[in-house]
């Protein structure tokens, strides 16, 4: 499978994956100078980038591991969400989680966060009066005992 990307910005970076085994495929950041990403204070960094998302896909974007272990940031939102018809401009909105004196410095070329395609099933949404019933029913939030 092709996925089409348009450089946005000369000095957007192609992503790319890091080893043979990787699941997602880097993205970085692009036309910041010296970003600070503050205690509590999401941050929007620019890839420079736009893609294709290929009919019946969707593209998921993560937050990097490194980020959350190392600098407890991660993406605002949590998970974003690239449609198939969507052709603008792939923003990651960052944010940290912590109290600290120091900001997370973002530059031009980091790597901000990681995204995978992910083939989306077409369902079709029926309205019903009635749901099969499980040993589970409506229990929820620690129902199971777990």
Request: charged share 20%; with cysteine; proline share 4%.
């Amino acid at each position: 499978m092709k996925l089409k990307v348009k450089k946005l910005h000369p000095a957007a970076i192609l992503p790319k994956y890091a080893t043979q085994g990787a699941a997602c495929f880097d993205l970085h950041a692009v036309d910041c100078a010296d970003q600070q990403v503050p205690a509590c204070m999401p941050t929007t960094v620019r890839t420079g980038l736009a893609f294709e998302v290929p009919h019946g896909h969707v593209m998921l974007i993560f937050s990097r591991s490194g980020h959350g272990f190392k600098n407890d940031t991660r993406l605002a939102n949590c998970v974003g969400v690239i449609d198939s018809d969507y052709r603008g401009e792939v923003l990651v909105r960052l944010t940290r989680d912590v109290s600290l004196s120091e900001s997370l410095a973002i530059k031009s070329g980091d790597r901000i966060a990681q995204a995978m395609l992910v083939t989306l099933p077409w369902i079709q949404i029926v309205e019903s009066d009635d749901l099969t019933d499980t040993e589970r029913g409506a229990g929820g939030f620690g129902s199971t005992g777990q």
